[in-house]
């Protein structure tokens, strides 16, 4: 087994993607842009939103090559910056693939 990936869970303080893009339009422009920069340089594998329970409010999650880029991502995620996240957990996840 390789050594594991960090997974940031986000449960959001909406629940839908028209939510987001009513009450933090620009929060949800610079969360796209910044995952896809992220990516774009290896540091985030995959990202996105669960779409089983749009009672909920939105959770989301992101796979990432190491701890601190959890934690920094997380941390400098625009819609954490404008409290627009309920909680986060940053837990560590194996690919027990190997992939």
């Known amino acids: 087994m390789t050594a594991p990936y960090f ?3 986000l449960e959001t303080k909406y629940t839908s993607i028209e939510d987001a ?3 933090a339009p620009d929060a949800l422009a610079a969360h ?3 995952s896809q920069q992220w990516h774009a340089d290896g540091r985030l594998l995959m990202a996105g939103a669960f ?3 749009p009672e909920e409010p939105v959770g ?3 796979v990432l090559r190491t701890r601190e880029d959890a934690e ?3 941390a400098g995620d625009p ?3 404008v409290d627009m996240v309920a909680r986060s957990d940053i837990r560590p996840w194996a690919d ?3 992939t």
């Open 7 to 9: 997974v940031a869970f």
């Open 21 to 23: 893009r009513r009450l």
């Open 32 to 34: 796209v842009a910044r």
């Open 51 to 53: 779409l089983d329970r």
């Open 60 to 62: 989301t999650m992101a």
């Open 72 to 74: 920094e991502f997380v």
């Open 79 to 81: 819609f954490v910056l």
């Open 96 to 98: 027990v693939l190997g």
